[in-house]
């Protein structure tokens, strides 16, 4: 349980942002996800390439939302808190690089996916 | 070992320290605006995405097709550079407050920001032409 009064005697890392700051991030990841499922229907829906990877493409990233929203951000509330808690830096490299090496690979794909002739 | 002489002789990878052996623990809070602000370029390349595939696909009627299949790449392009770029963004600022230095605002705004001219620009153009013919 995060305290929420403020003691201007404390360290920083003490003040009463940390459960929003945290909430923030949360949400920041599950807007995310919503983005990504949206994009992913999208592909499902509408295309004029090939077929199959349009459909792979949306699945892909309806998948991927669904993991941000449902997982990724709660369990990124819950560890920030903990960090912050134990004075640790709450960062998470390797989720980041995970999203960011997905969505540029549906960007390289939908190159296929679009009518270009 | 200078860092020049290390820059010769190691790999690019090896080049940078990890990242939580760079300097100290920063405020939390710059690092969790740090990582909103890599999900916001992460959306941004999203919908970057989305307008690219739409315009390709939904609106066939809308300009040539050769103007057309320009705005998708564009936009394409775009979202390829956004998400690209997003994490190196957050791993260079990151490294900044790690090291309490100024946070550089880097290329990626400038070049969305020109992109999305260009692409309100062609947009705009086949606007016009279509409203006066």
Redesign the interface.
Same mark, same amino acid.
């Given at each position: 349980m995060i305290d929420g009064t403020y003691d201007p005697g404390q360290p920083? $890392?003490t003040l009463p942002? !940390?459960g929003a700051?945290?909430e923030?991030?949360s949400l920041? $990841?599950q807007? +995310?996800g919503l983005?990504?499922i949206?994009?992913g229907a !999208? *592909?499902v829906r509408?295309? %004029?390439g090939p077929r199959l990877l349009s459909v792979l493409l949306g699945c892909v990233l309806i998948g991927t939302g669904i993991l941000a929203t449902a997982l990724v951000g709660p369990w990124r509330y819950r560890t920030?808190l903990a %960090?912050?808690s134990a004075? %640790?830096?709450?960062?998470?490299?390797w989720v980041?690089?995970l999203?960011?090496v997905v969505?540029?690979a549906?960007?390289?794909a +939908? *190159?296929g996916?679009?009518? !270009?002739g | 070992m200078s860092s020049e002489q290390r820059g010769r002789t190691s790999p690019w990878w090896r080049r940078r320290p990890p990242l939580r052996e760079v300097g100290s623990d920063p405020d939390y809070r710059f690092t969790l605006a740090n990582e909103r602000t890599f999900l916001a370029w992460l959306r941004t390349s999203l919908g970057l995405t989305a307008g690219g595939v739409a315009i390709s696909s939904l609106v066939p009627q809308f300009g040539p097709q050769w103007l057309r299949v320009g705005l998708a790449l564009i936009l394409l392009v775009l979202a390829l550079v956004c998400a690209g770029g997003s994490y190196s963004r957050w791993e260079r600022a990151e490294r900044a407050l790690r090291t309490n230095s100024s946070l550089h605002p880097g290329v990626l705004p400038r070049v969305l920001a020109i992109g999305l001219v260009a692409v309100a620009l062609m947009t705009l153009a086949v606007v016009v032409i279509e409203a006066a013919g």
């Open positions: 920083e $890392w942002d !940390l700051a945290a923030r991030t920041a $990841w807007r +995310s983005g990504m949206a994009v !999208l *592909f509408v295309h %004029q920030i %960090q912050v004075a %640790q830096s709450p960062t998470s490299r980041m690089a999203a960011a969505i540029c549906v960007a390289c +939908s *190159f996916v679009v009518n !270009l | -």
